[in-house]
T-cell receptor, first 113, second 110 residues
Protein backbone atom coordinates (compact mmCIF):
# COMPACT_ATOMS: atom_id res chain seq x y z
CA UNK A 1 0.00 0.00 0.00
CA UNK A 2 2.78 2.38 0.85
CA UNK A 3 4.73 4.12 -1.92
CA UNK A 4 7.83 3.95 0.27
CA UNK A 5 9.31 0.51 0.85
CA UNK A 6 11.89 -0.31 3.49
CA UNK A 7 13.88 -3.48 4.02
CA UNK A 8 14.49 -5.32 6.20
CA UNK A 9 11.50 -4.94 8.54
CA UNK A 10 13.47 -6.27 11.49
CA UNK A 11 17.21 -6.46 12.08
CA UNK A 12 19.24 -7.80 14.97
CA UNK A 13 22.94 -7.09 14.83
CA UNK A 14 25.96 -7.26 17.08
CA UNK A 15 28.09 -4.25 17.84
CA UNK A 16 30.83 -5.41 15.47
CA UNK A 17 28.55 -6.14 12.51
CA UNK A 18 28.07 -4.10 9.37
CA UNK A 19 24.61 -3.96 7.86
CA UNK A 20 22.61 -1.71 5.56
CA UNK A 21 19.03 -0.50 5.55
CA UNK A 22 17.38 0.07 2.20
CA UNK A 23 14.60 2.43 1.19
CA UNK A 24 12.89 2.86 -2.17
CA UNK A 25 10.16 5.32 -3.09
CA UNK A 26 7.80 4.98 -6.04
CA UNK A 27 6.14 8.39 -5.71
CA UNK A 28 8.38 10.45 -7.97
CA UNK A 29 9.46 12.57 -5.01
CA UNK A 30 12.64 14.61 -4.95
CA UNK A 31 13.50 14.50 -1.25
CA UNK A 32 14.26 11.52 0.98
CA UNK A 33 14.89 11.33 4.71
CA UNK A 34 16.08 9.06 7.49
CA UNK A 35 14.40 9.42 10.88
CA UNK A 36 15.05 7.60 14.15
CA UNK A 37 12.21 6.84 16.56
CA UNK A 38 13.07 5.72 20.08
CA UNK A 39 10.57 4.90 22.80
CA UNK A 40 8.96 7.97 24.40
CA UNK A 41 10.96 10.38 22.23
CA UNK A 42 9.87 12.42 19.23
CA UNK A 43 11.02 11.40 15.79
CA UNK A 44 14.59 12.58 15.28
CA UNK A 45 15.66 13.71 11.84
CA UNK A 46 18.97 12.13 10.85
CA UNK A 47 19.61 12.95 7.18
CA UNK A 48 17.92 14.76 4.32
CA UNK A 49 18.63 14.32 0.63
CA UNK A 50 17.19 16.65 -1.98
CA UNK A 51 17.70 15.66 -5.62
CA UNK A 52 20.15 13.04 -4.26
CA UNK A 53 22.33 15.70 -2.62
CA UNK A 54 22.66 15.63 1.16
CA UNK A 55 21.26 18.85 2.59
CA UNK A 56 21.04 17.97 6.27
CA UNK A 57 23.11 15.92 8.66
CA UNK A 58 21.61 16.38 12.07
CA UNK A 59 24.81 15.74 14.06
CA UNK A 60 24.54 12.02 13.49
CA UNK A 61 27.48 9.85 14.64
CA UNK A 62 29.71 8.58 11.85
CA UNK A 63 28.75 4.97 12.60
CA UNK A 64 25.64 5.84 10.53
CA UNK A 65 26.52 6.47 6.89
CA UNK A 66 23.82 7.39 4.36
CA UNK A 67 23.98 6.86 0.64
CA UNK A 68 21.61 8.20 -2.00
CA UNK A 69 22.49 6.93 -5.49
CA UNK A 70 19.38 8.50 -7.06
CA UNK A 71 16.16 10.24 -6.05
CA UNK A 72 14.34 6.94 -5.60
CA UNK A 73 16.78 5.02 -3.42
CA UNK A 74 18.27 5.69 -0.03
CA UNK A 75 20.52 3.52 2.11
CA UNK A 76 21.71 3.72 5.68
CA UNK A 77 24.94 1.84 6.27
CA UNK A 78 25.51 0.77 9.86
CA UNK A 79 28.77 -0.25 11.53
CA UNK A 80 30.02 -0.62 15.10
CA UNK A 81 26.66 0.41 16.54
CA UNK A 82 25.88 0.71 20.22
CA UNK A 83 22.93 -0.83 22.12
CA UNK A 84 21.42 2.67 22.51
CA UNK A 85 21.11 2.80 18.71
CA UNK A 86 18.31 0.23 18.97
CA UNK A 87 15.22 1.98 17.61
CA UNK A 88 12.78 2.15 14.73
CA UNK A 89 14.45 3.67 11.67
CA UNK A 90 12.01 5.31 9.31
CA UNK A 91 12.61 6.39 5.76
CA UNK A 92 10.39 9.08 4.27
CA UNK A 93 10.04 10.97 1.03
CA UNK A 94 8.38 14.20 0.00
CA UNK A 95 7.80 16.14 -3.18
CA UNK A 96 10.18 18.83 -1.96
CA UNK A 97 11.78 19.74 1.32
CA UNK A 98 10.25 21.87 4.04
CA UNK A 99 6.69 22.59 3.01
CA UNK A 100 5.67 19.19 1.67
CA UNK A 101 4.12 16.41 3.70
CA UNK A 102 6.18 13.31 4.36
CA UNK A 103 5.32 9.80 3.22
CA UNK A 104 6.89 7.20 5.47
CA UNK A 105 7.99 3.66 4.88
CA UNK A 106 6.99 1.03 7.41
CA UNK A 107 10.35 1.21 9.13
CA UNK A 108 13.14 -1.12 10.17
CA UNK A 109 13.09 -2.16 13.81
CA UNK A 110 16.74 -2.44 14.76
CA UNK A 111 18.08 -4.21 17.83
CA UNK A 112 21.77 -3.93 18.64
CA UNK A 113 23.03 -6.63 20.97
CA UNK B 1 10.98 25.66 25.68
CA UNK B 2 10.68 22.68 23.32
CA UNK B 3 10.30 23.45 19.62
CA UNK B 4 7.08 21.47 19.46
CA UNK B 5 5.18 20.46 22.57
CA UNK B 6 2.23 18.15 23.02
CA UNK B 7 0.38 16.70 25.99
CA UNK B 8 1.32 12.99 25.84
CA UNK B 9 -2.05 11.89 27.24
CA UNK B 10 -3.46 9.33 27.15
CA UNK B 11 -6.87 10.76 26.43
CA UNK B 12 -9.43 8.08 27.24
CA UNK B 13 -12.81 8.88 25.73
CA UNK B 14 -16.01 6.92 24.98
CA UNK B 15 -17.17 6.30 21.44
CA UNK B 16 -19.06 9.26 20.08
CA UNK B 17 -17.22 11.81 22.19
CA UNK B 18 -15.58 14.96 20.88
CA UNK B 19 -11.93 15.34 21.78
CA UNK B 20 -9.41 18.08 21.08
CA UNK B 21 -5.63 18.19 21.21
CA UNK B 22 -3.41 21.23 21.19
CA UNK B 23 0.20 21.54 20.14
CA UNK B 24 2.38 24.57 20.85
CA UNK B 25 5.41 25.61 18.84
CA UNK B 26 8.21 27.94 19.82
CA UNK B 27 9.30 29.52 16.53
CA UNK B 28 6.96 32.29 15.46
CA UNK B 29 8.40 32.10 11.92
CA UNK B 30 7.13 28.54 11.44
CA UNK B 31 5.56 28.14 8.05
CA UNK B 32 3.89 24.77 7.67
CA UNK B 33 1.99 22.56 10.03
CA UNK B 34 0.67 19.02 9.90
CA UNK B 35 -1.08 16.40 11.97
CA UNK B 36 0.08 12.81 11.55
CA UNK B 37 -1.41 9.68 13.00
CA UNK B 38 0.70 6.75 14.17
CA UNK B 39 -0.77 3.39 15.09
CA UNK B 40 1.09 1.12 17.48
CA UNK B 41 4.25 -0.31 15.85
CA UNK B 42 3.41 1.30 12.51
CA UNK B 43 4.78 4.24 10.58
CA UNK B 44 3.30 7.75 10.89
CA UNK B 45 0.75 8.65 8.25
CA UNK B 46 -0.37 12.12 7.23
CA UNK B 47 -3.78 12.92 8.68
CA UNK B 48 -4.10 16.48 7.46
CA UNK B 49 -2.21 19.66 6.75
CA UNK B 50 -3.15 22.71 8.81
CA UNK B 51 -3.98 25.86 6.90
CA UNK B 52 -4.09 29.40 8.23
CA UNK B 53 -7.83 29.64 7.77
CA UNK B 54 -8.47 26.29 9.44
CA UNK B 55 -9.62 23.22 7.59
CA UNK B 56 -11.96 20.31 8.00
CA UNK B 57 -11.91 16.75 6.72
CA UNK B 58 -14.97 14.81 7.73
CA UNK B 59 -14.94 14.44 11.52
CA UNK B 60 -11.53 16.11 11.82
CA UNK B 61 -10.95 19.86 12.12
CA UNK B 62 -7.54 21.47 12.30
CA UNK B 63 -6.89 25.06 13.31
CA UNK B 64 -3.88 27.34 13.54
CA UNK B 65 -3.53 30.17 16.02
CA UNK B 66 -0.45 32.16 15.05
CA UNK B 67 -0.86 34.75 17.80
CA UNK B 68 -0.69 32.13 20.53
CA UNK B 69 1.55 29.78 18.51
CA UNK B 70 -0.49 26.63 18.67
CA UNK B 71 -2.34 24.29 16.39
CA UNK B 72 -5.28 22.15 17.36
CA UNK B 73 -6.99 18.98 16.19
CA UNK B 74 -10.65 18.35 16.95
CA UNK B 75 -12.16 14.91 16.44
CA UNK B 76 -15.95 14.67 16.51
CA UNK B 77 -17.98 11.48 17.01
CA UNK B 78 -14.91 9.43 18.01
CA UNK B 79 -14.65 5.89 16.66
CA UNK B 80 -12.76 2.96 18.13
CA UNK B 81 -10.54 3.11 15.04
CA UNK B 82 -9.43 6.63 15.99
CA UNK B 83 -7.33 5.12 18.80
CA UNK B 84 -3.76 6.05 17.91
CA UNK B 85 -1.01 8.54 18.67
CA UNK B 86 -1.45 11.92 17.01
CA UNK B 87 1.77 13.69 16.07
CA UNK B 88 2.04 17.43 15.64
CA UNK B 89 4.60 18.41 12.98
CA UNK B 90 5.96 21.88 12.35
CA UNK B 91 8.41 23.31 9.86
CA UNK B 92 10.13 25.94 11.99
CA UNK B 93 11.73 27.69 9.00
CA UNK B 94 11.91 27.52 5.25
CA UNK B 95 14.55 24.80 5.46
CA UNK B 96 14.43 21.03 5.42
CA UNK B 97 13.75 20.22 9.01
CA UNK B 98 10.22 19.21 9.92
CA UNK B 99 10.06 18.92 13.72
CA UNK B 100 7.86 16.34 15.38
CA UNK B 101 6.17 16.48 18.75
CA UNK B 102 6.23 13.44 21.01
CA UNK B 103 2.60 12.75 20.19
CA UNK B 104 -0.70 12.59 22.04
CA UNK B 105 -2.16 9.18 22.66
CA UNK B 106 -5.88 8.73 22.17
CA UNK B 107 -7.77 5.67 23.38
CA UNK B 108 -11.44 5.42 22.40
CA UNK B 109 -13.41 2.90 24.45
CA UNK B 110 -16.71 1.19 23.56
Amino acid sequence: ETGVTQTPRHLVMGMTNKKSLKCEQHLGHNAMYWYKQSAKKPLELMFVYNFKEQTENNSVPSRFSPECPNSSHLFLHLHTLQPEDSALYLCASSQSTGMSALHFGNGTRLTVT
Amino acid sequence: RKEVEQDPGPFNVPEGATVAFNCTYSNSASQSFFWYRQDCRKEPKLLMSVYSSGNEDGRFTAQLNRASQYISLLIRDSKLSDSATYLCVVNPSSGDKLTFGTGTRLAVRP
